[in-house]
């Protein structure tokens, strides 16, 4: 018994020794990426004398391309605790519980991200993330920000702007891109959280200032198997917020955002409906194709905002922006600019053509955004509402019967297609939606886009509506890994025999 406890004891004793060690190896490795230091996370990338974090991926464990690194000549390997590097490696290994989270701890050493001293904002939510960043970009600009947006369709400030192939950059890179930001002049930065971006410790390192939720709907199950996983992934930009954030801005009339305004008290809740309490309370004075008049309450003062945007999800979108604007210091005067806000590339943006033809182009790829932005339509003033539609492939597969069904409730023509199929077969990824399209009063199949734009604007009578949905702003469409040249806007002028304005 009391060999047995000194044995213990002797066990722990080397276990705290081991810890102490890689506590200071870390602390070594952090000292030294601060003074330029470089990290990998792709083996092919490593240079000699660099480090490389093993991270578990999603689809591979970095773990085994440690051997490749080594042979590039990383002098730091940073893995997951009971790492055993070959034998006769030179190299120093820093064991850590999460290599994901130790990325964004070193690139914030490496680009000294806390020491900008900018104000962060994070977006989350399934829908509006984009259309509440641009909002947010133009009111805080006309209050004396200079902004730095990084999303869905381009990451940009004052003078420069780039295209972007995800909605949140990987971990390192995002440092960087804030780094050239703070280098620009940029004072805030206002960014697009997806819950990959959450659930893979990208945004690992940066301190955000502010969280707007905007909605939980169903999408990416893919990738989080169960909605409450998918919501828990999104929690985190909230929960994990530092001490000193100024504010959480939560859209209360969604069930998740009532759940996850209960973890945070202190939070900025809004929505339209008086039933859920909102602290930001919006009054839809009327919603038409002229665009929102809409009165909103808060902290004991009122003010009324005339946007020309269109739809009542919008102006649940205008009250997430107000929220956050107003979080970081924008009097409610000074939110009025939203008056001069047009709309978003790619988001119920109007194709204007000769023939006089009522088309929008919509970035709606889910469920719950095809029946906003139909259900939109729907009540305006058209005879009949055609809707192009498709879902992307190697994504939520459980979505698609669910979108055909949004479709199928608003659309008077439902023209199902392909959006970008990516690695799936397109035949297969329509036959996933068919099943939502029974009972449809028309419905056109075409798997090609074009093809199918072009069935649609031949069915349009004068007063109908169209509304291709899907991509949006997007220039490409993906198939088998490679993205070809293809934008709805530029497919409908074609279409029309007219050269493309705008
Ligand atoms: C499926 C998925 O989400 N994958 C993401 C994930 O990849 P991963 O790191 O797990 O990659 P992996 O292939 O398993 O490799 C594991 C590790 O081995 C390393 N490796 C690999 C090969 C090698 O030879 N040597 C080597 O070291 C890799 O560099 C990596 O570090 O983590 C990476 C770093 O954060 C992401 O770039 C990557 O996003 C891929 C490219 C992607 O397409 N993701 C999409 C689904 C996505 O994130 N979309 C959202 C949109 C959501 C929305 O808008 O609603 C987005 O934010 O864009
Ligand atoms: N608040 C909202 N609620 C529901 N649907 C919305 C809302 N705002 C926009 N939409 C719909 O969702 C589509 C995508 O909007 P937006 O690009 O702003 O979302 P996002 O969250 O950035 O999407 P992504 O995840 O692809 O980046 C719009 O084209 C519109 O159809
Ligand atoms: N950020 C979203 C974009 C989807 C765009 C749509 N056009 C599609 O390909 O499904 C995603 O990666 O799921
Ligand atoms: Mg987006």
Same mark, same amino acid.
């Given at each position: 018994?009391?060999?047995? $406890?000194?044995?213990?004891?002797?066990?722990?004793?080397?276990? !705290?020794?081991?810890?102490?060690?890689?506590?200071?190896?870390?602390?070594?490795?952090?000292?030294?990426?601060? /003074?330029?230091?470089?990290v !990998?996370?792709?083996?092919?990338?490593?240079?000699?004398?660099?480090?490389?974090?093993?991270?578990?991926?999603?689809?591979?464990?970095?773990?085994?391309?440690?051997?490749?690194?080594?042979? %590039?000549?990383?002098?730091?390997?940073?893995?997951?605790?009971?790492?055993?590097? @070959?034998?006769?490696?030179q190299?120093?290994?820093?064991?850590?519980?999460?290599?994901?989270?130790?990325?964004?701890?070193?690139? #914030?050493?490496?680009?000294?991200?806390?020491?900008?001293?900018?104000? *962060?904002?994070?977006?989350?939510?399934?829908?509006?993330?984009?259309?509440?960043?641009? *909002?947010?970009?133009?009111? =805080?600009?006309?209050? +004396?920000?200079?902004?730095?947006?990084?999303?869905?369709?381009?990451? $940009?400030w004052?003078?420069?702007?780039?295209?972007? +192939?995800?909605?949140?950059?990987?971990?390192w890179?995002? &440092?960087?891109?804030?780094?050239?930001?703070?280098?620009?002049?940029?004072?805030?930065?206002?960014?697009?959280?997806?819950s990959?971006?959450?659930? %893979?410790?990208?945004?690992?390192?940066? #301190?955000?200032?502010?969280?707007?939720l905007?909605?939980?709907?169903?999408? &990416?199950?893919?990738?989080?198997?169960?909605?409450?996983?998918?919501?828990?992934?999104?929690?985190?930009?909230?929960?994990?917020?530092?001490?000193?954030?100024?504010?959480?801005?939560?859209?209360v009339?969604?069930?998740?955002?009532?759940? =996850?305004?209960? $973890?945070?008290?202190?939070?900025?809740?809004?929505?339209?409906?008086?039933?859920?309490?909102?602290?930001?309370?919006?009054?839809? %004075? +009327?919603?038409?194709?002229?665009?929102? &008049?809409?009165?909103?309450?808060?902290?004991?003062?009122?003010?009324?905002?005339?946007s020309p945007?269109?739809?009542?999800?919008?102006?649940?979108?205008l009250?997430?922006?107000?929220?956050?604007?107003?979080?970081?210091?924008? /009097?409610?005067?000074? =939110?009025?600019?939203?008056?001069?806000?047009?709309?978003?590339?790619?988001?119920?943006? $109007?194709?204007?053509?000769?023939?006089?033809?009522?088309?929008f182009?919509?970035?709606?790829?889910?469920?719950?955004?095809?029946?906003?932005?139909?259900?939109?339509?729907?009540?305006?003033?058209?005879a009949?509402?055609?809707?192009?539609?498709?879902?992307?492939?190697?994504?939520?597969?459980?979505?698609?019967?669910? *979108?055909?069904?949004?479709?199928?409730?608003?659309?008077?023509?439902?023209?199902?297609?392909?959006?970008?199929?990516?690695?799936?077969?397109?035949?297969?990824?329509?036959?996933?939606?068919? @099943?939502? =399209?029974?009972?449809?009063?028309?419905?056109?199949?075409?798997?090609?886009?074009?093809?199918?734009?072009?069935?649609?604007l031949?069915?349009?009578?004068?007063?109908?509506?169209?509304?291709?949905?899907?991509?949006?702003?997007?220039?490409?469409?993906?198939?088998?890994?490679?993205?070809? &040249?293809?934008?709805?806007?530029?497919?409908?002028?074609?279409?029309?025999?007219?050269?493309?304005?705008?």
């Amino acid at each position: 018994m009391e060999e047995r $406890r000194a044995g213990g004891f002797l066990v722990d004793a080397r276990r !705290r020794a081991e810890l102490k060690y890689m506590k200071d190896m870390w602390t070594k490795l952090v000292r030294a990426v601060a /003074k330029g230091l470089m990290v !990998r996370s792709d083996s092919r990338q490593v240079k000699p004398g660099e480090a490389f974090v093993a991270v578990p991926g999603v689809g591979v464990d970095g773990a085994q391309y440690i051997p490749a690194a080594l042979e %590039q000549g990383a002098e730091w390997i940073v893995a997951v605790p009971g790492t055993v590097l @070959p034998e006769g490696a030179q190299a120093t290994l820093v064991e850590h519980e999460n290599p994901r989270a130790a990325l964004g701890s070193l690139a #914030a050493a490496y680009f000294k991200t806390a020491e900008h001293g900018m104000h *962060m904002v994070g977006v989350t939510g399934t829908n509006g993330k984009t259309t509440i960043t641009y *909002m947010l970009e133009h009111v =805080l600009s006309a209050n +004396s920000h200079r902004v730095g947006v990084i999303g869905t369709v381009n990451c $940009r400030w004052p003078g420069f702007s780039v295209d972007s +192939s995800m909605t949140t950059p990987d971990c390192w890179k995002l &440092h960087e891109i804030i780094a050239n930001m703070a280098e620009a002049g940029v004072d805030t930065v206002v960014m697009e959280v997806s819950s990959h971006a959450l659930d %893979q410790d990208r945004v690992a390192g940066i #301190a955000f200032d502010v969280a707007v939720l905007t909605n939980v709907t169903q999408d &990416h199950l893919d990738y989080h198997k169960t909605m409450d996983a998918y919501f828990e992934a999104k929690a985190r930009l909230f929960t994990e917020l530092p001490r000193q954030a100024k504010a959480c801005v939560i859209n209360v009339d969604d069930s998740y955002g009532r759940r =996850l305004a209960e $973890r945070c008290p202190e939070s900025v809740t809004y929505g339209l409906e008086a039933a859920h309490q909102p602290s930001m309370m919006g009054q839809m %004075q +009327s919603c038409t194709s002229c665009g929102i &008049h809409l009165r909103v309450e808060h902290g004991g003062q009122s003010w009324e905002i005339d946007s020309p945007l269109i739809g009542l999800y919008n102006a649940a979108n205008l009250l997430a922006a107000q929220g956050a604007a107003l979080a970081l210091g924008v /009097k409610p005067r000074g =939110l009025k600019t939203l008056e001069d806000f047009h709309g978003v590339p790619g988001r119920l943006q $109007r194709v204007p053509n000769e023939k006089g033809l009522h088309v929008f182009v919509d970035y709606a790829h889910t469920p719950d955004a095809l029946e906003n932005v139909l259900s939109c339509v729907r009540d305006l003033d058209f005879a009949r509402v055609l809707a192009v539609f498709g879902c992307g492939g190697n994504r939520d597969r459980a979505k698609r019967p669910l *979108m055909g069904e949004a479709v199928c409730r608003y659309a008077d023509v439902a023209v199902l297609t392909s959006d970008n199929p990516r690695f799936e077969d397109p035949e297969a990824i329509m036959a996933d939606a068919r @099943p939502g =399209l029974t009972g449809c009063v028309q419905v056109i199949e075409k798997v090609d886009r074009r093809e199918a734009i072009a069935a649609a604007l031949g069915a349009m009578l004068p007063d109908d509506v169209l509304v291709i949905a899907g991509k949006g702003h997007e220039n490409y469409q993906e198939v088998k890994g490679e993205r070809h &040249h293809f934008n709805d806007f530029e497919v409908v002028k074609e279409i029309l025999g007219e050269a493309v304005t705008c």
